[in-house]
């Protein structure tokens, strides 16, 4: 578990709005994805607020998730 602290992406507020925009996401639903409400996915957008640890985390998950479907499409 250690060395996932170490790999841990920063999410900096442009790159969760890139992921939210990679997955064809209105704030609204991506908050209802993650979890938060639809305010907090904007003041993480405009920098406002950093996420925590927890939702780095699952941030990483769905970024390797997506990841995970591209290259099985790809190879299909």
Known sequence: ??????????WTPE???GF????GLYQKDFAALIGVTREYVVYLE???RTPSETLKK??????A????????RKGA
């Open 1 to 10: 578990m250690f060395t996932y602290y170490k790999s841990m992406k920063a």
């Open 15 to 17: 790159e969760i709005k």
């Open 20 to 23: 939210r925009e990679s997955k």
């Open 46 to 48: 405009r920098g406002d």
């Open 58 to 63: 699952l941030l990483d998950c769905l970024e």
């Open 65 to 72: 998730q997506q990841t995970k479907k591209k290259t099985k």
